[in-house]
């Protein structure tokens, strides 16, 4: 059968390993059975019992696809009976996964088959990926495991030099910038690895025009999971930051070092919506508690809206404050500032808006494209860890994605302007 037929009958997780397998025996895949979608892992228990330790890992038609990929949302768990089965398939109906599928206009049921494969026990995990519009770059992300501490090695490879460089971090404006390369100590493995990933690449099903991401385990080299991650484009012009620097004191010219998605050369006229990270989150409403304390909530929120000029979310929010019992008193908790949130996020316009968030992927705990999916633009300040599940998802939601440790000043509702040629983005904010 071919590898679409296979994906529909076994899901794409354990389609793909299989056709890695025929294809290229010589990759090293640890040992797995595929347990077909809607059939009973029991008719295979014999031949997952000669497995010996494994994992029961999710494999869906649904997962890994050019345009969607849950990736993050149906779990892998250590296999240990019907109850672990039981708690992968479980993820088909977690709240998330559903939230996931409404946006992407997956009609239910989710279905889902299942790969059971040996626990191939490397001692680090990693991911790879080349980039969509620089095909000579490879990054390269990896964690010890177990990964009990914040500890990472992050590389990139420049096919076109030969280079592999140790980046401190990955999203800077000297990303690209190889002349200082000094990495000499290669993690044991990557070599082969990139090797590896060359060669699967090249396999005949995987010339779709995406570039792709391969998860794989290091001490001892194991492939794990090989998934498209966005369309190849490459950029037909390049951003002159020689004229942006004369664009006038009135506006703020922000660099990004990490772009996905090419813009034309004028750009995208976008409206700013900010996502708060769980801290911001309390801090905003910790600040609102202190203003409001004893007074009650209709006056102080009535006074709002008919003297202070507000921005889109703050006039929201007063709204969903100016709801609770005005005798209510002693502040604001977080339900209102959260409906305040759900409220923006309807009327965001994905075409005209460009999501901005500060320190962290998501918003109040949870997912950001999950949270916040309507959105043209994202820009992600202090992003890091790209490759892990999440952060993949994400940046395969977005048409433009613009990673960096920079600031975005503006507030909810102010104008932005969003350029990116696939190697640098750049935001242009107006003071005025």
């Not at 519009?133 to 590389?155: A, C, K, Y």
């Not at 009135?250 to 750009?267: C, M, P, R």
Request: charged share 25%; net charge negative.
């Amino acid at each position: 059968m071919s590898l679409e037929a296979d994906v529909l009958k076994y899901g794409a997780k354990g389609a793909v390993l299989d056709y890695v397998r025929s294809n290229a025996p010589d990759v090293p895949i640890e040992p797995f059975v595929l347990v077909p979608v809607g059939e009973d892992w029991k008719k295979y228990e014999p031949q997952i019992k000669d497995l010996g330790d494994c994992l029961v890992r999710s494999s869906s038609p649904l997962e890994d696809g050019q345009e969607i990929s849950f990736a993050g949302l149906f779990w892998t768990t250590k296999f240990y009976g019907q109850h672990s089965v039981d708690q992968v398939l479980k993820s088909l109906s977690d709240e998330d996964t559903l939230r996931y599928a409404e946006i992407h206009r997956v009609k239910a049921p989710l279905e889902m088959g299942l790969t059971f494969q040996r626990d191939s026990n490397s001692s680090w995990n990693w991911g790879i990926l080349r980039h969509p519009h620089q095909e000579n770059l490879l990054f390269i992300m990896g964690r010890p495991v177990p990964d009990h501490t914040r500890f990472s090695e992050d590389l990139i490879y420049d096919e076109s030099t030969g280079k592999l460089q140790e980046v401190t971090n990955f999203c800077s404006s000297r990303l690209y910038d190889f002349t200082e390369a000094k990495f000499e100590d290669v993690p044991e493995g990557i070599e082969q690895a990139i090797a590896l990933y060359r060669q699967i690449e090249a396999l005949p099903a995987f010339q779709t025009g995406f570039t792709y991401h391969m998860e794989f385990g290091t001490n001892p080299v194991s492939v794990y999971q090989f998934r498209p991650f966005r369309r190849k484009q490459q950029p037909t012009w390049n951003i002159d930051f020689s004229e942006l620097e004369n664009v006038g004191e009135d506006y703020s010219v922000h660099k990004f070092g990490l772009s996905f998605g090419i813009t034309d050369a004028e750009g995208l006229d976008l409206t700013i919506a900010r996502a708060l990270s769980s801290h911001e989150n309390r801090k905003h409403i910790e600040r609102y508690r202190k203003n409001l304390v004893g007074k009650p909530h209709k006056r102080i929120v009535t006074a709002l809206l008919k003297g202070w000029k507000l921005s889109p979310f703050e006039r929201a929010y007063a709204e969903e404050v100016a709801r609770i019992d005005s005798d209510t008193h002693g502040g604001v908790d977080s339900e209102a500032f959260d409906k305040a949130v759900e409220r923006i996020n309807a009327q965001m316009k994905k075409d005209e808006t460009c999501l901005y968030q500060e320190c962290m992927h998501f918003y109040y705990g949870r997912d950001i494209d999950l949270v916040f999916p309507n959105a043209k633009a994202w820009i992600a300040s202090g992003g890091v860890q790209f490759l892990s599940h999440n952060w993949f998802r994400a940046l395969q939601t977005y048409d433009v994605a613009l990673v960096d440790y920079g600031n975005v000043n503006g507030k909810t509702g102010d104008k932005i302007k969003i350029l990116s040629d696939g190697i640098f983005g750049v935001a242009v904010e107006s003071y005025r």
